[in-house]
């Protein structure tokens, strides 16, 4: 019922294979947005707390969806929107 899907990394511009099985996870979990970004680059996302045991540096930002004061684990560039996580799951 799912076929792999290429999509365009929506930062380095490569193209990745969203798989059957990852659509499968998604729609379980209700996600209905697909992903934007290559593992590698999700990864580099999640992953600045590599190499500093694991503590999770926070930034203050406002949400694009609601408009409220938020927290991210990403440092806001300012040309992109940012969601607080209940927004960012809607999505
Ligand atoms: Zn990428
Ligand atoms: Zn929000």
């Not at 684990?73 to 927004?87: A, E, I, K, L």
């Amino acid at each position: 019922m799912y076929q792999d899907k290429t999509i365009v990394c929506k930062d380095c511009g490569k193209e990745f294979t969203f798989t059957a099985q990852e659509q499968e996870f998604f729609a379980e979990k209700g996600f209905t947005n697909e992903p934007q970004r290559c593992k590698s680059c999700r990864d580099a996302r999640k992953g600045n707390s590599r190499g500093n045991g694991g503590a999770r540096q926070m930034y203050d930002a406002v949400c694009a969806g609601c408009g409220r004061p938020c927290k991210v684990p990403f440092q806001p560039s300012g040309d992109r929107p940012v969601y607080c996580s209940d927004c960012f799951s809607k999505r």
